[in-house]
C-alpha cells in the first residue's frame, strides 16, 4: 500500500471533519436564528441573562465574525463550559470518555466477532434448521430497539434475579482496589455490554452470510478441492477471507451506530459515559455540552472509517497493490 | 490392450444436476479407458457436457448433483471412496486445469502460496524453503519466472494465470491430468504457446491427459485419440487422425469441416455449416439427440435410439449410418 | 394525423404492459412465504392504528380520566394490559401509540426517499461537476452519526410530531442517493436513452418518462427497507425524551416507562407491548422489503432464502 493511498484517505477524512465542524456551525445559528429563545422556551429570561447566554454562544458580532471565532475556539478544543456543572466541556468528555471507550470497544468488537462467525456457520449450513435458526434470531435482535433490549434484560437478570447490579460502574459501598475492582466492573459492565452486542450483531451475521454465499459460487473454491482440501480448510482460507472483505466495509457503519446505540443504553444502565453525558445534556437542555458531544461523536466515526478504508486496502491486494 | 489395469475407467457415467424445475442430465452415459502415458482429447459444443464429466472424476460438482457409474482410477472406484481417501487421490493422481483461468484463482493470495499449499498438503512436513523452491521450479517449468509467486493473481496477464494453473496442476506430480479448455481465454498467440508447453510436459513426465475442446483441430495435433460429445454422450471416438481426416457421424463431419480461427468465440458457440441450436439437456429430442439438425437424417434417425456402433478400426459411431449400425438407415 | 393517432396507443401499450409487470409481481409475492407474513402483520397494525377510535378511548390517556384506576395493576388485575403509575391504560395507549409510531415512520420514510431520489437522480443523470459535488455532500451526510446529529436537530427545533419527522427525514436520505444514483448511471448507459435524446426530448421528458419509471421498483423496495430504520429512530429519539410529550408514541411509552421507574418496580406489562409492537412492525416491513427486493431483483433470489 502507497504513502500516496493513505495520504489521500488521511487527507479525506479531514476534509469531512472540517464540514462536521462547519456543519456544527450552522446547525446551531442558521438552522434555528435564535437558540436561546428555543432552548429556554417555557423558562423566564430576564433581559440581562439573555445577553449573557448570546455572549456565551457566541451569538454576537456578524456571522462571518462568529464563525471565525467558533473555528479558533472549536481548533483549540474549547467547546464552551457545561452548563450543569459549569466545567469546561472538553474535561468534562475526557473524564467521561473511558467509560465509553471500553463498553462500545468491547460491543463493536463482540458483536463484529460474534456476528460473523454467527453468519459463517448459517452460510455454510445453508437452507438447515442452524440457518434459519441463526436467521430468525439475529433478525429478531435486528428488529428490536436496543434500549428495550436493555431494558428486558435489566428486569430479569439485574432486579428479578439480582445476579448483576442495576447500574453504575462500580459498586459505591465497595473500596476494592486492583484486580478486585477490575471484576466489580466487568460485573457491572455485563449487562449494557451484552445488550449492545446483541443488538448489533445481527447486521454482521446477515451481510456475512450473503457474502459467504456468494463466495462459495467462485470457481477458485473449486479448485481448492479439488487439491483435496478438506472442506473446513476451503471455508477458512479461501472462501472466508474474500467473504469478509465487504464486511470490513460494514465496520465503520457498525462502528457508528453501535456508539449511538451507547446513548440509549448508557442510560438505561447508568453508566458514566458519554452517552449518558448526552441523555443528561438533552434533560437540561446543556446546548455546549451537547455541541461538544455531537463533534466528538462524529469525529470518532470519521476516524473508524479512515481505520476501515485502510483496513480494507491492506485485505484486498488488489487494492493495496494497485 | 495390455492385460493390466487402465489408468482411467469410465463407465456408464451420469451426471444430473438438481434444478428448481426439472434436473438437467448434463452427463448421459459415457465409458471412457485410458492408459498410462495416453492423451484423449474431448470436443464438443458449449453445454455438450464436457466440464461435468471433467468434475464428475473427481467428485467436484455442487452438493445435490447425482452421480452414478463408475470412475476407477488404477481399478479403484472414485464415486464410492471415503472422503479421506478421496483427499488423497485428489492432486496427487489425477489434477485438473479448469477452465477460465481469470476466476480460478484465489484473488487475496499469492500465486506461489496456492501452488505451495498444494505441495505441503500432500506431502506434510516439507520445509518451508523445500516448498518455496519446488514452487520456483514449477514456475520456471511452465516458463515464468520463480518470483512471480509473490504475486497475486490479478497481477498477471491471462496467459500468466493460465501457466500458474498448470504449474499448479503439476505440483504433486500426477499421472493424470485434465486441461479443460485451457486456451479459451487467450488470445491467439498465447493459445499457441500454452498448448506448445502442455505437448512438451506430457512428453516430458509421460503424463496421460484428457484434454477438452470445443476446437477439433487442435485435439487432432496433440492427441492420439479423440472422443466428440453431443448431449451429454459421446457421439464418435477414434484414433484422432481417422476421425478428424474421415468423420463418420456428421456432427464430427462438421465440427471437422469448420476450420476455425482459433479463439474464434462465435465458432465456439455454433460451428460453422450447422443449424440450430445445441438442445437443452432438459428437452432432448426423441431418437438420436442431432437429428434436428443433422444434414444426413432420414426419418428413422426421430425414432430409432443410437448407440455408439463399430466404425472402423478402433472407431465407433453413434449413428445410423455408421458401418457398424444394425439400423438400416 | 397517424403519429397523433399513434401515441396515445403506445401510451396504452406501455400501461397494459406495466400492469401485467405489477400483476406479474403480485404472483410472485403471494408466494413469498416470509413476504407474505411480514405483509399480514402489517394489515393487522395498520388496521388496529386506523381502528384506534373504536377500540380504545383517546380520553384514556389523560392521567386525570383515569383516577379511577389503580395505579400499576398488572393484567391480572387490570384490563388487559395492566396500568401504568398513573393509572392510565396501559392497552388504550398501545392502540393509540401504534398511530404515532407509523405516522412517523411512512412520513419521515416518504420525505427521505423524496430527498434522497431527487438528490440520487439529479447527480446521476447529470454526471459532471453537478454530481460530483452532490455525492461528496452525501458522503459526508453518510459519515455524520445519525442519531447524535438528530438529537442536535430534535433538540434544537423542540419535541414535536412534526419535528420529529423533520429531524429523522432529513438525516435519513444519503443511503438512498447512493443507491439511485448508482441505478440511473446504469440506465443513462442504456441506448434508449440516447435515442431519445437524438429525437430532441428535454430533460425533463427523460427523467420523467424514462428514468423514473425505471427506478421506481428500487424505490419501493429501498422505501420498505427505510420505513423499520425510521421507526427505530424515532423510537430512540422519544426515549431519550425527545418525543412529543401529548402524542405518545410506542417509542414515547417505553421513555415515560423508564422514567417513572417501571423497570425497577418490575412493571414489564408497561414496557413489553411497546417494545414488541416495534419489534413486529419493524420485523414486518423487513420482510416485506426483502420479498420486494428479491421478486424485483431476480438477481438477489438465491441470496435471502
Ligand atoms: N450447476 C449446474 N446446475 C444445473 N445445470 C448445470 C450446472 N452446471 C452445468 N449445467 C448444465 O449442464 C450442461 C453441461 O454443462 P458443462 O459445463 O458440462 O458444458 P461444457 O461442455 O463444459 O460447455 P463449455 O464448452 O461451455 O464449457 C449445460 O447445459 C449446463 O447448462
Ligand atoms: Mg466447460
New interface residues.
Given amino acids: 500500500m502507497t504513502a500516496g493511498f493513505i495520504s489521500k484517505k488521511v487527507l479525506g477524512a479531514l476534509v469531512?471533519l472540517i464540514?462536521?465542524v462547519c456543519?456544527n456551525f450552522f446547525?446551531?445559528r442558521v438552522?434555528?436564528a435564535d437558540?436561546v429563545a428555543?432552548?429556554f422556551?417555557g423558562k423566564e429570561l430576564s433581559q440581562s441573562q439573555r445577553a449573557e447566554l448570546r455572549e456565551e454562544f457566541g451569538l454576537n458580532g456578524s456571522q462571518g465574525e462568529q464563525f471565525v471565532k467558533y473555528l479558533g475556539q472549536t481548533a483549540q478544543l474549547n467547546f464552551g463550559r457545561s452548563y450543569s456543572t459549569n466545567q469546561p466541556v472538553w474535561d468534562e468528555i475526557k473524564k467521561k470518555a473511558g467509560a465509553t471507550i471500553a463498553l462500545v470497544g468491547i460491543a463493536a468488537v463482540l458483536s463484529a466477532v460474534i456476528g460473523i462467525m454467527l453468519g459463517i456457520a448459517a452460510a455454510w449450513r445453508r437452507?438447515t434448521k442452524a440457518d434459519y435458526g441463526i436467521t430468525a434470531f439475529t433478525?429478531?435482535a435486528?428488529?428490536?430497539?436496543?434500549?428495550?433490549l436493555g431494558?428486558?434484560l435489566?428486569?430479569f437478570f439485574a432486579?428479578?434475579l439480582g445476579w448483576f447490579p442495576?447500574g453504575g460502574i462500580t459498586d459505591p459501598d465497595s473500596s476494592a482496589t486492583g484486580l478486585a475492582k477490575l471484576a466489580d466492573q466487568a460485573h457491572h459492565m455485563f449487562l449494557p455490554a451484552l445488550t449492545l452486542t446483541l443488538a448489533y450483531l445481527g447486521e454482521y451475521t446477515i451481510i456475512m452470510r450473503?457474502s459467504l454465499?456468494?463466495t462459495m459460487r467462485?470457481?477458485?473454491l473449486?479448485?481448492?478441492?479439488?487439491?483435496?482440501?478438506?472442506d473446513v480448510l476451503v471455508r477458512n482460507?479461501?472462501a472466508v477471507?474474500?467473504a469478509l472483505?465487504p464486511v470490513v466495509a460494514l465496520m465503520a457503519i457498525n462502528f457508528?451506530f453501535v456508539?449511538?446505540?451507547a446513548?440509549?443504553v448508557e442510560?438505561?444502565f447508568s453508566w458514566p459515559g458519554l452517552g449518558l453525558a448526552?441523555?443528561e445534556a438533552?434533560?437540561g437542555?446543556d446546548?455546549p455540552m451537547?455541541?461538544g458531544?455531537?463533534l466528538v461523536?462524529?469525529a470518532s466515526?470519521?476516524l473508524f472509517?479512515l481505520i476501515a478504508d485502510i483496513l480494507y486496502a491492506w485485505?484486498?491486494?488488489?487494492v493495496r497493490?494497485? | 490392450m495390455s492385460g493390466q489395469v487402465p489408468l482411467l475407467s469410465v463407465r456408464d457415467l451420469h451426471v444430473t444436476y438438481a434444478a428448481a424445475e426439472r434436473p438437467v442430465p448434463a452427463v448421459r452415459g459415457v465409458d471412457i479407458e485410458l492408459e498410462v502415458g495416453e492423451t484423449l482429447g474431448l470436443a464438443g459444443e458449449s453445454g455438450c457436457g464436457k466440464s461435468s464429466l471433467a468434475g464428475a472424476l473427481l467428485r467436484l460438482l455442487p452438493g445435490g448433483t447425482e452421480v452414478t457409474g463408475e470412475v476407477l482410477l488404477d481399478g479403484e472406484d472414485v464415486l464410492t471412496m471415503k472422503p479421506g481417501r478421496l483427499r488423497a487421490v485428489r492432486w496427487t493422481d489425477l489434477a485438473i486445469v479448469f477452465q477460465g483461468a481469470l476466476h480460478t484463482l484465489n484473488p487475496v493470495q499469492r500465486v506461489g502460496d496456492q501452488i505451495g499449499e498444494a505441495i505441503r498438503l500432500h506431502s506434510k512436513g516439507t520445509s518451508h524453503a523445500k516448498v518455496r523452491e519446488r514452487v520456483g521450479e514449477l514456475l520456471e517449468l511452465v516458463g515464468l519466472p520463480a518470483r512471480r509467486a509473490r504475486d497475486y493473481p490479478h497481477q498477471l496477464s491471462g496467459g500468466q494465470r493460465q501457466r500458474v494453473l498448470i504449474g499448479l496442476a503439476l505440483a504433486c506430480e500426477p499421472r493424470l491430468l485434465i486441461a479443460d479448455e485451457p486456451t479459451t481465454a487467450l488470445d491467439v498467440m498465447v493459445q499457441a504457446q500454452v498448448l506448445r508447453l502442455l505437448e512438451d510436459l506430457q512428453e516430458r513426465f509421460g503424463l496421460a491427459t484428457i484434454f477438452i475442446t470445443h476446437d477439433l483441430s487442435t485435439l487432432a495435433s496433440v492427441c492420439r485419440r479423440l472422443a466428440v460429445m453431443y448431449a451429454g454422450r459421446i457421439v464418435e471416438q477414434g484414433p484422432s487422425h481417422d476421425v478428424f481426416a474421415a468423420p463418420t457421424h456428421p456432427y464430427t463431419r462438421a465440427l471437422a469441416g469448420a476450420f476455425p480461427v482459433i479463439g474464434d468465440q462465435a465458432f465456439r458457440m455454433a460451428p460453422a455449416g450447422l443449424p440450430g441450436d445445441p438442445p437443452d439437456p432438459r428437452h432432448l429430442p426423441e431418437g438420436c439427440p442431432f437429428h434436428p439438425r443433422c444434414p444426413a437424417a432420414v426419418e428413422t434417425c426421430s425414432s430409432v435410439p443410437v448407440e455408439l456402433w463399430p466404425a472402423g478400426p478402433g472407431r465407433a459411431a453413434a449413428c445410423i449410418h455408421a458401418p457398424g449400425s444394425p439400423v438400416p438407415a | 394525423m397517424s403519429a397523433l393517432a399513434e401515441a396515445p396507443s403506445a401510451r396504452r401499450i406501455a400501461w397494459l404492459r406495466r400492469r401485467r409487470a405489477v400483476a406479474g409481481a403480485w404472483r410472485d409475492y403471494r408466494r413469498h412465504l416470509p413476504g407474505m407474513v411480514g405483509l399480514v402483520i402489517l394489515v393487522l397494525v395498520v388496521a388496529m392504528a386506523l381502528a384506534a377510535p373504536l377500540l380504545a378511548d383517546e380520553a384514556g390517556l389523560k392521567a386525570i380520566n383515569s383516577t379511577g384506576n389503580p395505579t400499576w395493576a398488572s393484567p391480572s388485575e387490570f384490563g388487559p394490559l395492566g396500568t401504568d403509575g398513573l393509572g392510565r391504560d396501559v392497552m388504550t395507549q398501545f392502540i393509540w401509540g401504534s398511530r404515532i409510531s407509523l405516522l412517523v415512520g411512512l412520513a419521515a420514510t416518504i420525505l427521505a426517499m423524496v430527498i434522497g431520489s431527487v438528490v440520487g437522480i439529479t447527480a446521476g443523470f447529470f454526471g459532471g461537476a453537478v454530481s460530483a459535488v452532490l455525492m461528496r455532500v452525501t458522503e459526508w451526510f453518510l459519515v455524520i452519526p445519525f442519531l447524535p446529529l438528530a438529537i442536535v436537530l430534535a433538540a434544537i427545533l423542540g419535541p414535536s410530531v412534526k419535528n420529529i419527522i423533520l429531524v429523522i427525514g432529513i438525516t435519513s436520505w444519503p443511503s438512498t442517493t447512493r443507491l439511485i444514483q448508482a441505478q440511473v448511471l446504469t440506465l443513462r448507459e442504456r441506448d434508449y436513452v440516447d435515442r431519445s435524446r437524438a429525437l430532441g426530448a428535454s430533460n425533463w421528458h427523460l427523467m420523467s418518462r424514462h428514468i423514473l419509471p425505471n427506478v421506481s421498483p428500487l424505490i419501493l423496495a429501498n422505501t420498505t427497507l427505510t420505513v423499520p430504520i425510521v421507526i427505530l429512530s424515532e423510537a430512540t429519539l422519544s426515549f431519550l425524551g425527545l418525543g412529543d410529550p401529548s402524542n405518545a408514541s410506542w417509542g414515547k411509552m417505553l421513555d415515560d416507562a423508564f422514567e417513572s421507574g417501571a423497570v425497577t418496580l418490575e412493571a414489564w406489562w408497561y414496557f413489553v407491548p411497546p417494545g414488541l409492537g416495534i419489534l413486529l412492525v419493524v420485523l414486518a416491513f423487513t420482510l416485506v422489503g426483502q420479498a420486494l427486493e428479491e421478486i424485483l431483483d431476480p438477481r438477489l433470489r438465491d441470496k435471502h432464502g
Fill in positions: 469531512t464540514f462536521v456543519f446547525l446551531f438552522v434555528d437558540p428555543n432552548l422556551r437452507r433478525m429478531g435486528y428488529s428490536m430497539p436496543e434500549f428495550w431494558m428486558l435489566l428486569t432486579v428479578k442495576v450473503s454465499l456468494d467462485e470457481d477458485y473449486v479448485l481448492a478441492r479439488a487439491k483435496g482440501l478438506r482460507r479461501h477471507p474474500n472483505l457508528g456508539l449511538s446505540g446513548i440509549a442510560a438505561i448526552t441523555y438533552l434533560k437542555p446546548l451537547l455541541q458531544l455531537f461523536f462524529s466515526v470519521i472509517n485485505l484486498d491486494p488488489r497493490t494497485s
